[in-house]
Nanobody, 124 residues
Framework: QVQLVESGGGLVQAGGSLRLSCAASGRTLSSYTMGWFRQAPGKEREFIAAIMRNAGLTYYGDSMKGRFTISRDNAKNTLYLEMNSLKPEDTAVYYC?????????????????WGQGTQVTVSS
């Protein structure tokens, strides 16, 4: 089974950018469809984006399109999330997740493996 560790979170001003990383160990990242989710205090975990195993296809939540970019480097066993034009409402804990199914999914329940999360705080 794969272990996932996120990094790259922090405090940023509104309009700024961050790049999150998710390092995989235990199994190669290429075995999984990967996703990014986030959870703000008092809210449900929200789908951000997913990327297919060969990195050829990506999918985004409607509110993320145009500002967030998911990518992966299977050779480095690492998943990324580039976030631009950040807003205070983007403040949340960000999680990477892996699923063994071939198709992407926006559902939390469809992902079997999760990282511990990294905090992103956007100040106004």
């Amino acid at each position: 089974q794969v272990q996932l560790v996120e990094s790259g979170g922090g405090l940023v001003q509104a309009g700024g950018s961050l790049r999150l990383s998710c390092a995989a160990s235990g199994r190669t990242l290429s075995s999984y469809t990967m996703g990014w989710f986030r959870q703000a205090p008092g809210k449900e975990r929200e789908f951000i984006a997913a990327i297919m195993r060969n990195a050829g296809l990506t999918y985004y939540g409607d509110s993320m399109k145009g500002r967030f970019t998911i990518s992966r480097d299977n050779a480095k066993n690492t998943l990324y999330l580039e976030m631009n034009s950040l807003k205070p409402e983007d403040t949340a804990v960000y999680y990477c997740a892996a699923r063994t199914g071939l198709a992407y999914s926006t559902s939390v329940s469809q992902y079997s493996y999760w990282g511990q999360g990294t905090q992103v705080t956007v100040s106004s």
